[in-house]
């Protein structure tokens, strides 16, 4: 906040309050006084405390500089015997080949993502309280090599947390030349070295280049980012599917990280996940079966017994029948009304029945049909 007013009392705490105000990543404000408003929030802060307010409308300079160059000290163990010297010397090129070496150098450690994240984090906080301090600017390039490092370990992971990153434009100005990408996201792909590819097509070719990648651990990750990238574009057209490999991908990413299976294994096991991923997709269309039938075809063909006693032609059928009649019965607001699903539930029960579905297995297989027509119904809002 730009001070260029004069202001005093409840109005001076209400303007400071706010830009002080806290969230997520933001750990405090920067009032620039052009008039000298000391005097008057001194006052205001008698008048404040002696309301029984409490807290401090500023803060300690030196405590927090001591606390970035604790983290630094920290983030800068993390990478002993790591070299980033090219990060302020080195050519475009050469810097960005730091970010997955780095990153391999991270993930190497014992729940080093994890670590490096948290006092990044913190570091960053600090850094942002005191970057006009001779202290941040004699380490702003580590800061920005730290940032940026970061930035490329929380671009693999696709959770929708916020990260640290939403600061980042606030602390490039403040940094001045530190940020080498002149405030452009990092692409996690080239900066490994690899065409961006399409998540779809989980190509042989792209697959193999992964492979053949030199920071085994970088690509791990990669493969990790794109099939849960995948996995999330499927969860809402194909329930079954995405249930069944996001299980598969579970399972094997637990044992990665519990150390049950080395880097290598688990780049197979992933490309492995990748290539089983792209068959499923392949064996609707060899089917005969549009997506929408296929995940329905899914849903019917979950429990391995109904395609033993129904067999894959039956079931096609059935899929095609549910598909017209649930575009047809379902409205926009159906999945609200408990009359209208229940109106659903016993039209699909009555497919199942005409084709002679299980009856065992009717209960379950009517709960799976009812959410996947939900995502379809979902899909064409």
């Not at 970061?150 to 671009?155: D, G, P, S, V």
């Not at 209960?363 to 979902?378: I, S």
Request: glycine fraction near 6%.
């Amino acid at each position: 906040m730009y001070a260029d007013k004069p202001m005093q009392g409840h109005g001076l705490m209400q303007a400071i309050a706010r830009v002080n105000r806290v969230f997520r990543d933001k750990p405090g404000g920067l009032v620039v006084d052009y008039l000298g408003l000391a005097d008057q929030l001194k006052k205001a802060l008698i008048t404040y405390t002696e309301s029984g307010g409490q807290g401090n409308p500023t803060f300690d300079t030196a405590q927090a500089i001591a606390v970035m160059l604790e983290k630094h000290g920290i983030a800068c163990d993390l990478m002993h015997g790591f070299n980033w010297d090219k990060w302020i010397t080195g050519k475009p090129t050469e810097r960005l080949a730091l970010i997955p070496a780095g990153q391999e150098h991270i993930l190497e450690q014992e729940d080093g993502k994890k670590r490096w994240v948290q006092v990044v984090t913190e570091l960053s906080r600090a850094f942002a309280l005191c970057a006009a301090s001779d202290e941040a600017t004699e380490i702003r390039y580590d800061v920005s090599f730290f940032q940026a490092l970061q930035a490329a370990l929380n671009k693999q992971s696709s959770s929708n947390r916020k990260t640290p990153g939403q600061i980042d434009a606030a602390i490039r100005q403040l940094v001045s030349k530190a940020i080498t990408t002149e405030g452009q996201v990092i692409d996690v792909f080239t900066a490994a070295g690899l065409p961006k590819p399409d998540i779809s097509i989980l190509s042989d070719q792209f697959l193999a280049e992964v492979r053949g990648l030199k920071h085994k651990n970088v690509a791990a990750e990669l493969l990790e980012k794109l099939l849960k990238d995948e996995l999330k574009v499927r969860s809402k057209r194909n329930l079954v599917q995405s249930q069944v490999f996001s299980e598969k991908l579970r399972k094997t990413l637990n044992a990665y990280h519990n150390r049950a299976i080395s880097t290598m294994q688990v780049i197979e096991e992933l490309i492995k996940l990748a290539k089983d991923l792209d068959a499923a997709t392949k064996a609707g269309k060899e089917m005969g079966l549009t997506d929408d039938e296929k995940a329905f075809y899914d849903a019917l063909a979950a429990n391995d017994s109904a395609v033993t006693a129904m067999g894959d032609d039956k079931l096609k059928l059935i899929a095609a029948e549910l598909i017209t009649q649930v575009k047809k019965s379902v409205t926009i607001d159906w999945t609200l009304r408990e009359s209208a699903r229940a109106k659903i539930k016993v039209m699909v029960k009555r497919i199942l029945n005409k084709h002679g579905y299980p009856p065992y297995l009717q209960e379950e297989a009517v709960k799976t049909v009812l959410a996947q027509a939900e995502l379809l119904c979902a899909d064409r809002v």
